[in-house]
């Protein structure tokens, strides 16, 4: 069993190499599949950075509350919270229709929240919690604002791109690059979001 898990461990190793991986390339390693660290896989070097923090369920719940403020105002259930030295500093939900405005997205509405409260526009040092994954507006938003990190919930198949349908937030050639964890939470984000629509339909 143990001479198993170590040629395991030997293979595991050779495979960033075999595949041509650079740091800071996700493999998508098993680590990341089972969320756990093991100390065996290599993956977990290149995946660290991705992987869920022991924080990251506490401020997705309070993304996940901002979410549930949309839905009572009739609102698609997105939220955000932007995150400092373990201090909520931005909060936002979704507020397109109230508002009027094509950018009132969960997330926008966040980060002006937090650049108000830091007196500055760079937001660095700071994760954003955010209970979809962004869109490119978005996306494009938390490069300008110089956030470090980026933590979303379920992935958005139509408009997501911050791995689904492109990747803003990683891209090499702009002169900002975030830290990216996704799945956070995703069933609650993907439940709220099939609960609102749903509900809709029945109306
Ligand atoms: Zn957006």
Redesign the pocket.
Known sequence: MARNAVLAGKILRLLPVLVGARKGDCLGCLCQAFRVRCRACPGCALCWGRMERPEDRLWMQEALAEARRAAEIGEVP?GAVIVLADRIIGRGHNRRETDRDPLA????LAIRQAAERVGGWRLGGSTIYVT?E??????G?LVNSRIDRLVYGAADPK?G?CATLGNLVQDPRLNHRLEVTAGVLDEESAALLRDFFSALRRR
């Open positions: 997105i997205h969960a997330e926008i979809l962004p869109c490119a507006m978005c996306a938003a408009a791109y």
